[in-house]
């Protein structure tokens, strides 16, 4: 009963590529995040967004861009890939209603630029 | 601002020797907190929150306003529950009904040794 649907699990791609990671989710959340995971680090919030069309930067923003056309899907974008933005990218979403429930995380997409 | 500290970024104990993973946060409002684990190959999970004061897994997590802590307590460790064990807060910031975004630690590898 997968909820969080991240497109892709493994991602090879040069220095310079324009990279789209997918994430999609099936329980009417409102929320939907993005972070990166690193060892030693954690989870960092790159965006997140609250509702459709709505964006806001989190901590780490520089180099990415985000897009949510529909409540469903929210795309995260990296516009030109760099060997730092190499990591372990999670997707979570979450509700208004529920928020005390915590997040629902996708099971990643780990991105390694070459 | 709202800070969350794993001051151990690994913990190695052997099976059936109890188990606390700290976790100290910094915030000035009410806190919502949450532990969530990630086994190996799987996604990251919710595994408790402080406002349900519930037991999962065997573990049990009190909220401790004077200290501001929430640690993670279990008296037998099991081989199973060697993870990633991740302390969360949220900031309580609304949007529409939302109580806004989770701040993680750094997490704490957790080895539980036959």
């Known amino acids: 009963d997968v909820k969080v649907t991240q497109s892709s699990r493994y991602l090879v791609k040069r220095t310079g590529e324009k990279v789209f990671l997918e994430c999609v989710q099936d329980?009417?959340?409102?929320?939907m995040f993005w972070y990166r995971q690193d060892p030693g680090l954690g989870l960092r919030l790159i965006y997140f967004s609250y509702d459709v069309k709505m964006k806001e930067k989190g901590d780490i923003p520089e180099g990415y861009s985000v897009s949510r056309e529909k409540k469903e899907r929210f795309s995260l974008i990296l516009e030109s890939a760099s060997t730092n933005q190499t990591s372990m990218y999670l997707c979570a979403s979450s509700s208004h209603q529920t928020v005390n429930y915590g997040y629902t995380f996708g099971s990643g997409t780990r991105l390694t630029v070459v | 601002a709202q800070r969350v500290t794993q001051p151990e970024k690994l913990l190695s104990v052997f099976k059936g020797a109890p188990v606390e993973l700290k976790c100290n946060y910094s915030y000035s409002g009410s806190p919502e907190l949450f532990w969530y684990v990630q086994y190996s190959r799987q996604r990251l999970q919710l595994l408790l929150r402080?406002?349900s004061r519930e037991s999962i897994k065997g573990f049990t997590a009190d909220l401790n306003k004077g200290e501001t802590s929430f640690h993670l307590k279990k008296p037998f460790a099991q081989e199973e529950d060697s993870a990633m064990y991740y302390c969360?807060?949220?900031?309580?910031?609304?949007?529409?009904?939302?109580?806004?975004?989770?701040?993680f630690g750094k997490g704490t590898k957790l080895s539980v040794k036959p």
């Open positions: 402080h406002i």
């Open positions: 969360a807060l949220s900031e309580g910031r609304n949007y529409g009904g939302s109580q806004g975004n989770l701040i």
């Open positions: 329980m009417d959340h409102e929320n």
